[in-house]
């Protein structure tokens, strides 16, 4: 069973197109990450998320985190082939020491 | 650089082996996750130590164990191998036990033909 369903699972855009990205659950988190992974690296964290209806703005990514800390967005304005990349968002639930790892949405920005 | 060293980068091994992966922290993180991804399932959970105990396990076959050490490196010990257990597996730490935020290694490819 995946706690954290992403959509879609696959991407491909043209350069300077916006997009969103989504992560859904059933379940509550205490906080919400995402990640981007390059191709034969490791995730690297983006952003971390805490309250519902959060709002963190990094450059042209805009994140959000749902009302009742079930779900969360990522969009991207303005799109750029370096942001190509495996897109996974992570949860952490109170009691649980490992983060739940959603599905990944792998995106392709095309020059 | 997240600060996570794993070794080796790449291994090639034989059905029925066993190799071991090494993973330092970052520097002063007490706990160690090992994470397997494959190409169909993602990114999974296998195992959580935090200062030389096991505190969480995931989806950990039992043919694999791991440890971690009183200098805070950890291994992962994987033995019988499968063609099947051909992934990308991650070490990645945290300073606290049931951190939300966790760094990354660059992860170690194991490819068992």
């Known amino acids: 069973t995946q706690l954290l369903e992403q959509s879609p699972q696959f991407l491909s855009i043209q350069e300077g197109e916006n997009l969103t990205v989504y992560c859904n659950s059933s379940?509550?988190?205490?906080?919400l990450q995402w990640y981007r992974q390059e191709p034969g690296e490791g995730p690297v964290l983006l952003v971390t998320?805490?309250?519902?209806?959060e709002v963190k703005k990094l450059k042209r990514l805009t994140f959000q985190f749902g009302d009742a800390r079930k779900d969360s967005s990522l969009h991207i304005t303005a799109a750029q082939p370096g942001d190509t990349g495996l897109y996974l968002c992570?949860?952490?639930?109170?009691?649980?020491?490992?983060?739940?790892f959603g599905t990944g949405t792998r995106l392709t920005v095309i020059p | 650089d997240s600060g996570v060293t794993q070794t080796p980068k790449h291994l090639i091994t034989a059905t029925g082996q066993r190799v071991t992966l090494r993973c330092s922290p970052r520097?002063?993180?007490?706990?160690v996750y090992w994470y397997q991804q494959s190409l169909d399932q993602g990114l999974q959970f296998l195992i959580q130590?935090?200062?030389?105990?096991?505190?969480a396990k995931g989806n950990i076959l039992e043919r694999f164990s791991a440890q971690q050490f009183p200098d805070l490196h950890s291994e992962l010990n994987l033995s019988s191998l499968e063609l099947g257990d051909s992934a990308l597996y991650f070490c990645?730490?945290?300073?606290?036990?049931?951190?939300?935020?966790?760094?990354f290694g660059e992860g170690s490819w194991l490819t068992v033909v």
């Open positions: 379940s509550v988190f205490s906080s």
């Open positions: 998320v805490v309250t519902g209806g």
């Open positions: 520097s002063g993180d007490l706990s």
């Open positions: 990645a730490s945290s300073p606290r036990l049931s951190g939300n935020t966790i760094y």
């Open positions: 992570a949860g952490d639930q109170t009691g649980a020491n490992n983060l739940f």
């Open positions: 130590y935090y200062n030389g105990e096991e505190r």
